[in-house]
């Protein structure tokens, strides 16, 4: 099982940055790619970006290319989802999340979630 803690989110205007973390913790040894999903009032949780453990592999969603952008640092077991240039339509809860497989962009393929951090952009 693995354990992860988001923080980072908050309420920020049009234009803002924002910088997400979730904190890794247990078999860590067993994903092979953490994601961002995003969840936002009366919606589908959606795919945003995720990013392989070996080799920092990424695949991103059209909606957020050219303004997010993960990364991750083995050494802490932290995943970063630096969120540039927000927008009205970024605002949902986001969540961390694990899988076993490599860059999967189905919320099915992931195994472990965080508690999920809100983000709200105002305009």
């Known amino acids: 099982q693995v354990q992860l803690v988001e923080s980072g989110g908050g309420l920020v205007q049009a234009g803002d940055s924002l910088r997400l973390s979730c904190a890794a913790s247990?078999?860590?040894?067993?994903?092979?790619?953490m994601g961002w999903f995003r969840q936002a009032p009366g919606k589908e949780r959606e795919f945003v970006v995720a990013?392989?453990?070996?080799?920092?592999?990424?695949k991103y969603a059209d909606s957020v290319k050219g303004r997010f952008t993960i990364s991750r640092d083995n050494a802490k077991n932290t995943v970063y989802l630096q969120m540039n240039n927000l927008k009205p339509e970024d605002t949902a809860v986001y969540y961390c999340?694990?899988?076993?497989?490599?860059?999967?962009?189905?919320?099915?393929?992931?195994?472990?979630w965080g508690q999920g951090t809100q983000v709200t952009v105002s305009s």
């Open positions: 999340a694990a899988a076993r497989a490599i860059l999967p962009i189905s919320r099915y393929d992931y195994n472990n």
């Open positions: 990013i392989s453990w070996i080799g920092a592999r990424t």
């Open positions: 247990g078999r860590t040894f067993s994903t092979g790619s």
